[in-house]
């Protein structure tokens, strides 16, 4: 008969050891929960989830400027302003997340608001925005709109933005939940599982890219919404379907209030002297209780050194204590210190990532022009030029399989340290050298599409005769950046965020996404109102043969190549989080993240 020690530890191996609960709130069973059937689902979701995103964001910005006729320039900052709202959406979602919901329920009610804002899209363009009938492709004009349908359009790809931005940084966190970090082949899985995810939502907009593409480059806007709207709806209930499987973290509580609570606590005490070593003097929880609202405790860094004082146990506090209420205003444990200073930590390196973002955007506003400009026919056949977007998802495919397979097991062979091949640092540097040579090869394939475009006339609105494939090299060189920048984000914000604020840190690469359009669209502005005189267009024209987009691409090089030198700098000074694994009681080490 099995003694109750072995049925203990019988036990203990069936659940999950990071704390993890199934749909009931009971401690997750390995075999039944999570995994790689959960993260399959989850990856499925990922794929028809962005493929209807895509199907309206990708040519966006042709349908602003052939059906609501508006002019090049103001299509591009239009778009960067969306899509960079979609991405401060995130935060919404994230903070639900960590705080209450829970990212189950956070997905599952902002991929409902995405099919609602889909299904509006859709009907608003076949009943209202395309009239007269079959407009919006290259050659039949779309009527003017009156404000109340504009108002109607906008309002549909907002609620589009916040569907699609509650729901992406939860997501992406949602299916790291299902692997057991503790668990050596889980932790493997977990971190497969954000190259796995970033190749999903690539190949989900390979469709959106290629054939919805062309439908709506054809003028057939509404039928390229309505695929766009039962993908989402295929998505959801997808997502819903797999519940049973799902393994879940509980939410922390207002992260707010607990950074709140450690600046005033450090201000309370702006006054008191700290003794020069005084780690020992900082409160922190009870050894017995290893952790700190259900997340694991971070062990006491260098640097901020103001913020320790929430931390001090002053006189007053002692008296508190004896009293047996604490002030959580007045004196902090350490952990919580240590959240506010991981987020500080994190803030220099993720503003260095904005001006990637920017460089990023260019393919859905003004690689799309400028592929238009060119010749997109080969025989009869029409090429979409939104669908040349398919060899950045291709390249996509290509790196993150050359990454796993081929660089990573050859940089791990020469690093004696560790067997790890790059950190997450520097995969995002070389994002940015890569993300500079897809903007000077950009201006470069500008310059001679301008010469060609220029031998006939120059004020001429004619597609160049130089082909659209010479495209092709600035979006493969895009898509390469990504896995080292994007995945590379993924994994760090994942990794460096305390437990409670994982969905925040998928939020970071999001908003930084966000800022990105909204510094494109700044820079648009400011480089169409400085260059455009009396006698001359400007860089950006609504004719692109009598501007010089060339020379945008060429200051964006150069702005991304100042970044790289602060972002190295920045890379140098950060520090890790220090997370404490393991705690004693009784003798014996368990693990204690619950």
């Known amino acids: 008969m099995a003694s109750l020690e072995d049925k203990f530890k019988e036990g203990e191996g069936e659940c999950t050891s990071d704390g993890t609960v199934d749909w009931h709130g009971r401690p997750a069973i390995k075999a039944k929960s999570g995994q790689w059937a959960a993260g399959i689902i989850i990856l499925l979701n990922q794929g028809l989830a962005t493929l209807a995103f895509f199907g309206v964001g990708v040519n966006l910005v042709l349908f602003l400027t052939r059906v609501l006729q508006q002019s090049n320039a103001d299509a591009a ?13 995130s935060l919404v979602g994230a903070f639900l997340s960590d705080s209450y919901w829970g990212r189950y329920k956070t997905c599952a009610v902002f991929q409902v608001i995405f099919v609602i804002g889909l299904v509006i ?21 779309c009527g003017s709109h009156s404000n109340m349908e504009v108002s109607l359009f906008y309002l549909s790809i907002y609620l589009i933005a916040l569907g699609n931005g509650g729901y992406q940084p939860n997501i992406a ?26 190749l999903a939502l690539n190949l989900g907009s390979l469709f959106s890219n290629t054939i919805l593409g062309y439908f709506e480059d054809e003028g057939m806007w509404a039928l390229g919404f309505w695929m766009s709207a039962g993908s989402a709806f295929a998505a959801l209930v997808l997502f819903l379907g797999g519940t049973a499987r799902y393994r879940h973290f509980k939410p922390s509580g207002n992260p707010l209030s607990r950074f709140g609570q450690v600046i005033i606590a450090a201000m309370k005490k702006c006054g ?37 004082r929430a931390a001090f146990i002053s006189s007053r506090d002692i008296d508190d ?16 210190v240590e959240e506010v200073k991981c987020i ?36 009869n056949f029409k090429i979409p030029p939104a669908s040349m977007s398919a060899f950045d998802i291709l390249s996509v495919a290509f790196f993150i399989f050359l990454y796993r397979r081929v ?23 070389v994002g940015l050298v890569i993300a500079i040579m897809a903007m000077v090869s950009a201006g470069l394939v500008e310059c ?91 860089w950006i024209p609504g004719n692109l043969n009598a501007g010089h987009l060339d020379r945008f691409y060429f200051l964006l090089a150069g702005l991304t190549t100042i970044d790289f030198v602060v972002y190295m700098a920045c890379a140098r000074w950060y520090k890790s989080i220090k997370l404490e694994k393991k705690c004693e009681e009784n003798g014996h080490e368990e693990n204690f993240r619950v």
């Not at 900052?77 to 960079?84: A, M």
């Open 448 to 538: 001679y599409r301008l010469k060609y475009a220029r031998k006939d006339c120059k004020h001429c609105e004619g597609s160049s005769s130089l082909s659209i494939f010479w495209q092709a090299p600035q979006y493969a060189l895009i898509g390469a950046s990504e896995v080292f920048m994007y995945v590379g984000q993924l994994e760090f914000f994942n990794a460096q965020t305390p437990d409670g604020l994982k969905s925040f840190g998928s939020a970071l690469c999001m908003t930084s996404i966000s800022l990105g359009n909204y510094v494109s669209s700044l820079l648009v502005t400011m480089v169409v109102k400085i260059s455009t005189e009396d006698h001359m267009p400007g």
């Open 121 to 141: 899209l859709s009907l608003a363009s076949y009943l209202i925005l395309i009239r007269p009938k079959g407009c919006g492709d290259e050659l039949t004009p």
């Open 344 to 379: 500080l930590r994190l803030l220099p390196i993720w503003l260095c990532t904005i001006i990637y973002s920017v460089v990023f955007t260019q393919m859905a506003s003004l690689f799309v022009e400028q592929g238009a400009a060119m010749k997109t026919t080969i025989s």
């Open 321 to 336: 204590q004896k009293r047996g209420c604490r002030n959580p205003w007045r004196l902090c444990p350490i952990t919580q």
């Open 407 to 429: 660089l990573d097991p050859l940089v791990s062979s020469f690093k004696q340290t560790s067997s790890k091949g790059l950190t997450e640092l520097q995969r995002m540097g």
């Open 77 to 89: 900052n239009n778009v960067s302003k969306w899509t960079g709202t979609v991405y401060i959406f």
């Open 173 to 198: 966190t949602f299916g790291a939940d299902q692997f057991d970090e503790d668990d050596p082949r889980e932790g493997y899985s977990k971190v497969s599982f954000f190259s796995y995810f970033y």
């Open 272 to 308: 008191v002297e700290m003794p020069p070593d005084g780690e020992e003097e900082l409160y922190d929880v009870d050894t017995k209780d290893c952790s700190m609202n259900g997340n694991r405790k971070i062990l006491h860094t260098d640097g901020f050194k103001f913020l320790d």
